[in-house]
């Protein structure tokens, strides 16, 4: 395959940067999840809520079970399968979701699949709570292991660390970011250098990358091998963001620093952790991470460890802004403020709603988990759903976009139900000690998303329903009404009819400007769209012009922008001569079937606290007149 095809293309601001530097980069951003995996999954695996005797037969059988999770989730699954259905170069279960629901002509199959792409959305959420409380607690509480005395910071330490975290999301992390990449690189060669000498004293444990011992696991002592795969899934947390990454790096970057680099750091982490525990046996239990390393080289570790864990949770951060983005443009979530922390990086954001909400969920789950082993059992139920769903959707690109033959198709897709089904199953009997935390949150986010994505169709079917013909309007106002100097654009979600603002504004001050533009933004399925598709533009007659603007959903309208790129509607647009009319739907609820009064409650108590049209399209504030009307759904 061409480099050229698989670098982010310009629209990313890389402007086809060397794949050794984007590869770099990779390892900083996209692998911090899975590689502070060795810090806890191994240790909760042995000494967790479903503890298993050290002996060879179980060591064996779970550093077999990690190798084998890591080759078939990660290393099949999403590197050379999942990388590949890619929308437009971006990743991720929404931009997936809008890829496959474009191509299914079902209208029942295609309601599934959209219900399944946004339930992902909202365990996604879930998962970037416990992220930063799992892995900042694992790493710190590494204190406790190289100085014991010092073992009553841990809580305060993370807390500090996390608080701090967050508040510099304001100010971007273009700058820190540069760090990440030679952190992470040392951090991955650190562990890997720690596992191959802990393997040099123990070679036998190289003998666990036979499946065979897996096998042997599950045959001889089944239901502990079962419950085992609960811990076991630790080790592929993270997976999922090779995906939803891939639209910052590229296919080939992630690609070659995982093969390359992180997989095997990890394997020989986790083989060292292995031997040492054969070695040392029940002592080694407090921490197998720490105690690979000598013990005047601890406390270096501690540091270098929280570092990696800060930039693990820094990246799922950036994520969950970055799904927060997608979802306002697919029409999930209503409008918010979002704030550029980059001139030079379109991607970086910040959204501070979404910020202070994680912070408080994320010191809230470690004030009351108050240790990672605590937290682990509440992780991984978020991360097995949201692979299952994965796994769902890709069977949809495999029959349906790719038309793969069955005979191929249907094999793959059992082994991966089957490996994604029984982490699930293992990970459903962490229910009762904090697995709910996730399910709850998503169940709560999922029904914020899904109200506000059938309210607004609701509210635009209503407001069609009353809405006069443009042509009958034209010909009974244009005449009748006095006109006036300028330009006056009045925005509409729908692309048809008259706007309610304008037929206030014509009610209320009886008067019509000369050059009228009935403006509709759009956002498309796909994650950009080129500056010279963007406009269709209509002649309505009587200075009445119809205009869509076009977006791919990982843009930002910028309607100002947009209208001085046009030269084909009469005059020049200028700001000073132009008035933007909005109009502000206030939302009666009422027992007209369409939604349950709770959720019309719900839905009219989200439009209320959405973020003004004026902000999010960036309208000049001096030049915006707001119309209230009333819809009742």
């Known amino acids: 395959m061409a480099l050229s095809d698989d670098v982010a293309p310009d629209a990313h601001g890389h402007h086809h940067d060397g794949v050794i530097k984007l590869a770099v980069g990779a390892i900083g951003v996209v692998f911090g999840d899975i590689g502070t995996s060795p810090l806890y999954a191994f240790r909760e695996t042995f000494a967790g809520h479903h503890k298993l005797a050290l002996d060879p037969l179980h060591i064996m059988g779970v550093v077999s079970l990690m190798f084998w999770s890591m080759m078939i989730v990660v290393t099949v699954k999403y590197v050379s399968i999942i990388m590949r259905a890619d929308n437009k170069g971006e990743g991720g279960s929404l931009a997936l979701l809008a890829l496959v629901s474009g ?42 292991v190289a100085q014991p005395a010092l073992a009553g910071l841990v809580l305060p330490i993370a807390v500090v660390i996390l608080i701090g975290l967050f508040s510099i999301q304001r100010s971007g992390t273009s700058k820190i970011g540069l760090f990440f990449g030679p952190v992470m690189l040392l951090y991955f060669a650190v562990i890997a250098t720690l596992g191959v000498i802990s393997v040099w004293q123990t070679p036998e444990i190289l003998w666990a ?21 609960g811990s076991v899934v630790l080790a592929v947390t993270g997976a999922e963001a090779l995906y ?67 930039i693990a949770s820094q990246a799922v951060i950036t994520g969950a802004f970055s799904v927060t983005q997608q979802a306002i443009q697919l029409g999930f979530v209503p409008r918010l403020r979002i704030e550029h922390t980059s001139a030079a990086t379109a991607g970086q954001i910040y959204i501070p709603l979404v910020n202070w909400l994680l912070m408080v969920m994320v010191l809230l789950l470690v004030l009351a988990f108050r240790s990672s082993s605590n937290l682990t059992s509440a992780y991984g139920i978020a991360v097995t759903g949201a692979m299952m769903i994965d796994t769902c959707l890709l069977a949809v690109v495999l029959f349906r976009l790719w038309n793969w033959p069955t005979y191929f198709a249907v094999p793959l897709l059992g ?73 006056a654009v009045f925005m509409t979600s729908t692309p048809e009819g008259v706007p309610h603002a304008l ?38 007659g009587q200075g009445f012009h119809r205009m869509v603007l076009k977006y791919g959903f990982m843009q930002e309208p910028d309607v100002p922008a947009a209208l001085a790129r046009i030269h084909q509607c009469g005059a020049d647009f200028r700001m000073m001569d132009t008035s933007f009319f909005l109009s502000r739907q206030t939302l009666l609820a009422s027992e007209r079937p369409g939604m349950m009064l709770w959720r ?17 399209f960036r309208l000049p504030t001096n030049r915006v007149v707001e119309l209230g009307s009333q819809v009742e759904i």
């Open 103 to 144: 191509k299914t002509t079902t209208k029942r199959w295609t309601r599934g699949i959209i219900l399944l792409g946004v339930f992902a959305t909202a365990l996604f959420y879930g998962d970037s709570m416990i992220t930063p409380a799992v892995t900042v607690l694992s790493a710190v509480e590494g204190l406790a």
């Open 209 to 229: 990358l036979s499946p065979h011992y897996a096998v042997e696991f599950f045959y001889l002592d089944p239901f502990r091998a079962f419950l085992a795969l």
């Open 244 to 310: 939803a990454d891939m639209g910052h790096f590229g296919r080939n970057p992630i690609r070659i620093s995982w093969l390359f680099f992180v997989l095997p750091a990890l394997i020989l982490n986790y083989m060292g952790q292995g031997a040492l525990l054969s070695r040392v046996g029940a002592p080694a239990l407090e921490s197998p991470f720490y105690l690979l390393a000598p013990e005047s080289l601890q406390l270096p570790l501690v540091l270098l460890a929280t570092a990696a864990a800060v």
């Open 415 to 487: 082994i991966l139900f089957l490996v994604d089904g029984a982490y699930l199953a293992a990970n459903l009997t962490k229910v009762p000690d904090g697995g709910w935390f996730p399910l709850l949150v998503g169940f709560i986010i999922f029904t914020f998303l899904t109200t506000w994505s059938k309210g607004r169709q609701l509210m635009m079917q209503r407001m069609r329903e009353g809405a006069m013909p443009i042509k009958v309007f034209i010909q009974s106002a244009a005449s009748a009404a006095t006109r006036v100097p300028g330009t």
């Open 503 to 540: 037929l206030h504004n014509l009610k209320h001050n009886k008067v019509l400007h000369e050059r009228i533009i009935l403006l509709t933004v759009k956002i498309m399925d796909v994650p950009y769209n080129p500056d010279d598709g963007r406009c269709y533009l209509e002649d309505l």
């Open 600 to 616: 019309e409650k719900l839905f009219a108590w989200m439009l209320r606290n959405a973020e003004s049209a004026m902000e999010f």
